[in-house]
């Protein structure tokens, strides 16, 4: 089953508002990818996460891995319309087979 | 456009019947993986080549599924006797051997009636 939980299921953003989703484990993280699932698309990378604490940032998306690498989040700001979309987090292992162990992901409807 | 092409990209089945699915995955990529994804849910791993080496297989991929990938290249994906459950849209992703990205295909939607 999946081992990431992903919260909240549904996300309902006005444009132009800031919205946060979340990603948690009860177990250690190896490293944790997010993925963008746009309507009748398949899932698009994003960004990789591997420190403890690490922040990165991409336009006005925001990535950051918790301190103690048993959770994640996705902090997008100023939400726009092509921001919707289903975005998952997946944990991925560091050795080379890489397979990616999905969250249910959290799906965002952007009302103009 | 990624790169990776599935086909068909949509197949309906009757119940018993046999299914194969084809994988294209970046040329360059030596590492393929298949995915199922249901309604409401992200991916779930199948199986995991690198070059023609099957080196991993999910607990979800029953004996009736079968994948391959003979000259390392494309991958083919057979499930037997399909199974009402076994609907879902099939995924298959690629890798390079120096990055960490997965880039994935359009999938295969498959429906058993």
């Known amino acids: 089953g999946q081992q990431v939980m992903q919260i909240p299921q549904y996300q309902h953003v006005q444009e132009g508002e800031d919205f946060t989703t979340y990603c948690n484990s009860s177990t250690t993280l190896s490293n944790i990818q997010w993925y963008k699932q746009r309507p009748g698309g398949h899932p698009v990378f994003l960004i990789q996460l591997v420190k403890s604490g690490e922040v990165k940032k991409q336009k006005r998306l925001t990535f950051q891995f918790g301190e103690a690498k048993k959770n994640s989040s996705l902090h997008i700001t100023a939400t726009q319309t092509t921001d919707v979309g289903t975005y998952f987090c997946a944990e991925t292992t560091t050795d080379s087979w890489g397979k990616l162990q999905f969250g249910a992901g959290t799906q965002v409807v952007v009302t103009p | 456009d990624t790169g990776v092409s599935q086909n068909p990209r949509h197949k309906i089945t009757k119940r018993g019947q046999n299914v194969t699915f084809r994988c294209d995955p970046i040329?360059?990529?030596?590492?393929l993986y298949w995915y199922r994804q249901t309604l409401g849910q992200g991916p779930e791993f199948l199986t995991y080549?690198?070059?023609?080496?099957?080196?991993?297989k999910s607990r979800l991929l029953s004996d009736r599924f079968s994948a391959e990938r003979p000259k390392g290249s494309f991958s083919t994906l057979e499930i037997q006797r399909t199974e009402q459950g076994d609907s879902a849209m099939y995924l298959c992703a690629s890798r390079g051997a120096l990055s960490y990205e997965q880039y994935f295909g359009p999938g295969t939607r498959l429906t058993v009636t």
């Open positions: 080549f690198q070059n023609e080496a099957q080196l991993e």
């Open positions: 040329s360059e990529h030596n590492r």
